[in-house]
């Protein structure tokens, strides 16, 4: 319980992140107290402006290797990683935010030369707004962004490279992607602890489909709303299965 006080202090507050973003919502469900999936936010500068302009709004969901103590371990070095790429003056996008958290995580955990097997790193989705031009610059390490909007969604995929397995040497791997959104859209993503849920009726998992069923029913209602009815759900589903994972879900409304 100290680890789990020490863990949420490191991350922002409800309200830092409605500074940023406005009417939000972010369901984290850790698997055993601490956990390895969790939200991150930030701010870019005049001093080291990215492509899309100074002063954007940044938003990380990150999925760390194992969950409990080897997850939250793995948390703080994302985290350390993330805050480090801001300022960073080789990290202009996402993308190159997302190599040079890469190189940061391979260097810390030793892994230069990765061991076939070895998996000790983290999925993750990185995204730079614009408030003022409603642009969404994005970059995925196995994890997607999902743009709801007049009733459908618009899928933003990553790239199929987790963060701490490649070697230094290799091309990063990682690509920016740019979307523009709309007043009234709905930004979305999660890691894989939801849909790998077992649960329900057969005892099967979940999957990203009925999980974006769900979400799309409730798009519509206030995000605080949603944030309720998003954990009503996971309950609902999982019904006497143990979690399996840790849960990071988050939602975003442009206005």
């Known amino acids: 319980r100290y680890a789990e006080r020490i863990q949420k202090s490191l991350f922002p507050s409800g309200r830092e992140i409605e500074k940023l973003f406005g009417e939000h919502f972010v369901l984290l469900k850790p698997r055993d107290i601490v956990s390895g999936d969790f939200c991150w936010v930030g701010q870019t500068s005049e001093e080291n402006p990215w492509k899309g302009g100074a002063n954007l709004r940044l938003f990380a969901v990150v999925d760390c290797t194992g969950h409990g103590v080897p ?16 300022d960073h003056p080789k990290v202009n996008s996402p993308a190159s935010a997302l190599a040079f958290i890469n190189r940061e995580i391979l260097r810390a955990l030793h892994q230069e030369q990765v061991e076939e097997g070895v998996r000790d790193g983290m999925d993750m989705v990185l995204c ?10 994005f970059s995925g390490a196995k994890n997607n962004v999902y743009i709801f909007r007049g009733g459908n969604f618009i899928e933003l995929k990553g790239d199929r490279t987790s963060i701490g397995v490649a070697a230094v040497s290799s091309a990063s791997g990682f690509t920016d992607r740019e979307f523009q959104l709309e007043p009234g859209d709905v930004v979305y993503t999660f890691t894989d602890g939801l849909p790998d849920q077992f649960g329900g009726v057969h005892n099967k998992k979940l999957k990203t489909r009925p999980l974006l069923e769900f979400i799309a029913a409730s798009a519509g209602r206030p995000m605080c709303e949603q944030k309720t009815a998003m954990d009503e759900f996971f309950e609902k589903w999982r019904g006497g299965c143990e979690q399996v994972d840790d849960i990071c879900v988050a939602g975003i409304r442009v206005v």
């Open 128 to 137: 730079a707004y614009n408030p003022d031009t409603k642009t969404l610059h």
């Open 71 to 86: 997850g939250a371990l793995m948390s703080v070095l994302g985290k350390n990683a993330l805050d480090r790429c801001v």
